[in-house]
């Protein structure tokens, strides 16, 4: 967690490999990306799903194909696999009736879902989430956050989600750590968290309640 | 555009080529919008250039009581720099630009990233489909507007210049004669056949990578356009400076 510009999402995206440390390293099931080649990096992303800010949905393919979309390019499985695995991830997260839907015709929180579907659909083993409630309504971002905490759950993955609310973190997070000006300021498991003496930590809680 | 990651990326399309089937899909629907949908104007504009040619040079020549060599003179212009340098510029105002705006929205709405946490080859799925479409519509196009080019000259030679339309395609068939010595096929034809082609694949190299390097949201997007067809432009008339000293030597 952390205010805008804390680094939140930088952290993410040095984690799965989309920028690189100036200073430093970041290890991943014992490999350090930065120095990873680009076929380990490959290798190592095929473990892992990111839901993006915005859900990143390629504009031009239904969700049936942007579900099946790294299906069809990573892994040498038959077209009836394909579809069986999309079907499957689809509905765990509520959106098997749309398979013949564009991206346009999605809401915002409809789009967000096709996104985690797709981010799930290879079977990773470490989930990154973007903000996932950001652009949603109220609503919409509590039934996110809770088929996030639900997923977690049931397919036994780790998951590390950016985020500035705290209702948020609250329905999804064992564990918190607050950021700020691209440091980390404190980190706790979500009970201790709120009980944190560092005085950032209620202003923040404050601001974000 | 950055030139040095418009070699790299050439040199990157070259080596998947042999995906090329993997891509039919795209690579299709590339050709459709390159070709079917860029063949009116490039008819249009070749059929008006080849009425232009032909009234400027056909006026001069009919001073000096030359002007049944007007078909030879069409057909030599549109085959070697008219043909390839106004489908070039066509092909890059109306598909380069449509390239560079597509890929650079799909840059800076972070679906580009996106491919590339999903392991997608970016390179494979989107660039290579739309370089080898562009460079084989080009010459095809080029072709097609030789031969409306030709026709618009004889339209001004029967109108204007009081020429019968038989003795201009006689005269400007003989332009085939001429043939070239490294490659059996008439010089005029080759020389702005492979001109079209290199100037296809420039324009796609350009635009993609223009498109790839996209920032800074919707104003970042048309900047790349912009600079997508500023750029092809100036390599297509460098390009064809060069090409064409080399081809017709």
Redesign the interface.
Known sequence: MGPSGAGKSVILKHIIGLLKPDAGDVWVQGKSVPDLTPDELRGLRRNMGYLFQHAALINWLSVFENVALPLKETRELSPSQIQDKVEHVLKLVRMEGDLQKYPAELSGGMQKRVGLARALVTDPRIILYDEPEAGLDPEMSTSVSRMIRRLRDELHTTSITVTHSWACAQLIADRVALFEKGALVTEAPLDAFLSDPHPRVSEFLGQSK | MNGGYGVFLAGQVFVRIPHLFRRRQTFKEQLFLGGIKTLHVSLLVGFFIGMIVSLQVGLELSKYGQQENIGLLVSILMAREMAPFVTAIILAASVGSAMAAELGT?KV???I?????????VVS?LVLPRVIALTLVSPILTLLSVWVGTLGGGVIAVTQLGLDFSGYTHNAMTALQDIGSTIPLPVSLYSGLIKSIVFGFVTAIVSCASGLHATNGAQGVGQTTRSAVRDSIILIIVLNFFLGKFLLH
């Not at chain 2, 990233?113 to 080859?121: M, Q």
């Open positions: 799909m709405q972070e679906e990233t996106a491919l590339d946490v999903l392991s997608v080859d799925y």
